[in-house]
């Protein structure tokens, strides 16, 4: 007899349900989200049937937390059931919409009992990849903690010192470069911008990190922190720099934290195996490397072909067909981070593949529009991806962009 087995998850707690292929229940409880209760599922499993061998399936509405990780452990299959899927399962089992979570762990049991194969169970990957995967997705948070906190930094400054951005915006960096938070720290109001002496400017940029042309840069900073500009009243003036540095406190944090977040993804994933072949595609370096690698893992079983690849990132179309009308539409349920990190990707292998650029302009003279030419781009780049990776190989410029004449023979062939 098979078993298989819901769980309802909660922050404190969680209910358990265990049906058999018929789909009568075979046992049920409520766990503590502790060690103890891991231990109390897993002889409710092992009562049912549960062997090493022949695991008993889990389905749950998340992909993530200690009891999932746990599970895992055990080598069992976790399939983490979409809440909005699991909502419209419910239908089947009670048409009153009544709602609760033995019912809600009843109805995960049974998906995995009538519809596994329509659902992914979680991918088996190493230790080392799932450690990518954390330090990954916390840097690329980090970045946007850093952009939010610069943002809100950059809107206070505009509201009573304009002359401070006017004067640090021509680097690409902006507010977040070294030169610019340093300036701020020291002098955090136009009235004490315009009292810094030319010693002092040739210290802060000396602190900062600057080591070239520091006497231009002194002379340019000099003149323009001392523009005339529109000014609050004094004290309103100087609570409103106050509030500037609690906000640059918050954007430093958020500097560092991406800063060291983003060494220790590089580290990690140069440790991996795949890194090689990972970074062998043109517009893919250590961090963008770690993000791809933290979004599709190291499990080779986990896309049966580059087409499931290819979906999972958005890269690949959707054909909605009803009748006579068949439209052909961008993908917009899809791994966002991936999606993310893909468009970049495309835009910088343009830079550094010429077989990448000839590609792009063929689908703009095709008459594609700038943002569907580079996703076909990241469309081709991520199914090549595949490919060196399942074969082990790394990128060949040659082979992923034939030339014409090449191309033409053989198809001949």
């Keep these: 007899m098979k078993a298989f087995c819901g769980i309802d998850w909660a922050s404190d707690h969680h209910d358990i349900a265990v049906v058999d292929e018929a789909g009568s229940l075979l046992a049920r ?10 231990d109390q599922l897993l002889r409710i499993l092992a009562e049912q049937g549960d062997t090493p061998q022949n695991p008993i399936p889990v389905a749950i509405e998340t992909s993530r937390g200690l009891l999932v990780a746990c599970l895992r452990s055990t080598g069992r299959p976790v399939y983490a059931i979409n809440p909005m899927a699991a909502a419209r399962y419910r239908d089947r089992y009670t048409v009153s919409r009544k709602k609760s979570d033995h019912l809600d762990a009843m109805v995960l049991a049974n998906i995995l009992r009538t519809d596994a194969t329509a659902h992914r169970q979680l991918p088996a990957d190493s230790e080392l990849a799932q450690a990518v995967t954390v330090l990954a997705r916390a840097q690329q948070d980090a970045v946007w903690d850093r952009t939010q906190a610069g943002n809100k930094l950059t809107s206070h400054l505009r509201a009573y010192f304009p002359g401070y951005l006017a004067a640090v915006g021509h680097r690409r960096e902006g507010i977040f470069h070294p030169i610019a938070r340093t300036l701020l720290a020291a002098a955090p109001t136009p009235r004490q911008a315009a009292k810094l002496t030319r010693p002092q400017l040739r210290a802060l940029l000396k602190k900062s990190g600057r080591k070239n042309t520091i006497d231009k840069e002194v002379e340019r900073l000099h003149s323009e922190l001392r523009i005339p500009q529109m000014r609050h009243l004094p004290l309103v003036e100087e609570a409103m720099g106050r509030q ?11 500097c560092v934290s991406a800063d060291d977040l983003a060494e220790a993804s590089v580290q990690a994933f140069e440790a991996h195996a795949d890194a090689e072949i990972i970074t062998s595609f043109p517009g893919l370096g250590p961090l963008s490397g770690a993000r791809v690698l933290a979004e599709i893992g190291d499990d080779r079983t986990r896309f049966a072909d580059a087409r499931g690849l290819k979906a999972y990132a958005g890269a690949a179309p959707v054909t ?10 961008a993908r917009r349920v899809k791994n966002q981070r991936l999606a993310g990190i893909g468009y970049m990707w495309a835009f910088s292998a343009m830079a550094h593949s010429e077989g990448a650029r000839a590609h ?9 529009r700038h943002t569907a030419a580079q996703r076909n781009l990241f469309n081709r780049m ?5 490919y060196c990776l399942t074969h082990d190989i790394p990128f060949d410029e040659a082979v992923a962009f034939p030339a014409p004449q090449e191309h033409h023979l053989s198809l001949a062939a």
Aim: hydrophobic share 40%; net charge neutral.
């Design 382 to 386: 991520i199914g090549c991806l595949h």
């Design 244 to 254: 500037t540095l609690a906000l640059l406190r918050q954007l430093e944090a958020a």
């Design 29 to 38: 409880a409520r766990i503590d989200d502790t060690a103890e209760g891991l």
């Design 320 to 329: 909605r067909a009803s009748g006579k009308s068949v439209s052909v539409v």
């Design 360 to 368: 792009y302009d063929r689908r703009r003279d095709a008459g594609d």
